[in-house]
């Protein structure tokens, strides 16, 4: 949590955030000074890979202002191919890569739900999303302290005014925020005597994924 406690107030900036718990967790320390719309978001659609082509689009609509995305790196692998597309067009924009690991909001579910049995949620990153970004001729910053993240941010509005795109990886911790909806789920109830070894009764006591 400590990466979200330091508030950034984005001067006449837009923010356009993806799914995903992470997102949903950072986009509660969101700031802005700006009078007019600023933020874009998936919201009930639920489209993932959603905030980089929507700060893109932003920022073709209105240039003078500092355009972001916030994505976790699972929606990340659905989009960034578009920095190509940045450097390609001249649309410089920037990304805050959160980098966990994991499909955080499947994840939840599975620690809450399912025992911790995690099935596709895992995510083996063994590359550096800022090295892919600088491989694609934009800039790459990569964040592992809390005390980079005004600076890595501050460095990428300079590079925007410049006209270049900038992708911030920021390695942040497995914790997990609360599940979107908790209503919209509950423990499963196995009626067949081979997955019944399989049945949960109760949630998890910590609300944490077990590999934190």
């Keep these: 949590k400590q990466w979200y406690q330091r508030r950034v107030a984005i001067t006449a900036g837009i923010v356009s955030t993806d799914i995903g718990n992470i997102c949903s967790v950072s986009n509660s320390y969101l700031k802005f000074n700006h009078k007019g719309p600023s ?5 009930t659609f639920g489209n993932c890979g959603y905030s980089f082509p929507a700060a893109m ?4 609509a209105a240039p003078h202002r500092n355009c972001v995305a916030y994505v976790g790196d699972g929606a990340w692998g659905m989009q960034l191919n578009e920095v190509m597309t940045c450097i390609r067009e001249d649309v410089p924009t920037t990304a805050v890569v959160f980098n966990n690991g994991q ?9 809450l739900w399912f025992g911790d049995r995690y099935v596709g949620s895992q995510l083996d990153n063994p590359w550096s999303y800022a090295e892919i970004a600088r491989s694609m001729y934009a800039e790459g910053i990569t964040c592992t302290h809390v005390d980079q993240v005004t600076d890595a941010l501050s460095q990428a509005t300079k590079n925007q005014e410049e006209g270049k795109t900038t992708v911030i990886e920021v390695m942040v911790t497995k914790e997990l925020g609360d599940p979107f909806r908790r209503d919209a789920m509950k423990l499963p109830v196995r009626h067949l005597e081979k997955y019944k070894n399989t049945c949960q009764y109760s949630e998890s006591a910590t609300g944490q994924p077990t590999d934190l």
Excluded: I, R, S
């Design 103 to 111: 499909w955080g909001a499947e994840k939840k579910n599975q620690v």
């Design 57 to 60: 689009g932003a920022k073709v």
């Design 39 to 43: 933020m874009l978001a998936a919201m």
